[in-house]
């Protein structure tokens, strides 16, 4: 994929994401590395003329804080483990508004990120076989809720790392 449509926690929700993160680098895991996200939408290619629907979307909507809250785990060829958000209807009611203004103006979304499948969630590691999914667990339990006011949204080209900026706050 090649662009996705990212949420990004203040600086004290990243701040609190950040040290889970660190917990797990200590116990010599590959925790992720970049600032905390929660991602809204995927597509191969998400035109200019998606970007100023969604921009002008997210001008307008009510933008919900975000609890994070369930450990989780993603099986996969490489394995996630991941903080969930607690999925209310201000939650959904964004990705649904997000996904409408998308709709008709990306190529190649992912499944995965559309309305009735998406799992709102933050990215703590990658690529955990088994043992060390079971590590990553054992660092970060208990887990305390994670309160997360968004700070922004862009567009990122997950191939650079480049953002497009759609919304601050």
């Known amino acids: ?44 290619a998400i035109p200019d003329a998606a970007r100023a629907q969604v921009r002008a979307e997210l001008e307008l909507l009510s933008i919900p804080d975000l609890w994070l809250y369930t450990l989780a785990a993603f099986p996969n060829a490489e394995d996630v483990l991941v903080l969930g958000a607690v999925v209310d209807t201000e939650v959904l009611a964004l990705h649904n508004a997000v996904h409408d203004a998308l709709a008709g103006r990306t190529r190649g979304p992912d499944a995965h990120y559309l309305p009735g499948a998406w799992i709102p969630h933050c990215t703590l590691a990658t690529g955990l076989d088994r043992d060390r999914l079971a590590a990553g667990i054992s660092a970060l339990h208990p887990i305390e809720p994670v309160h997360a006011r968004i700070g922004g949204a862009g567009i990122v080209d997950t191939r650079t790392g ?8």
Do not use: C, N, W
Request: net charge negative; glycine share 8%.
């Open 1 to 44: 994929m090649a662009a996705a449509l990212e949420l990004f926690l203040d600086e004290s929700g990243a701040s609190t994401v950040r040290a889970l993160r660190g917990r797990l680098a200590d116990a010599g895991l590959p925790a992720e590395t970049g600032h905390p996200h929660v991602t809204l939408a995927v597509a191969t």
């Open 162 to 169: 480049d953002v497009d900026t759609l919304l601050r706050r």
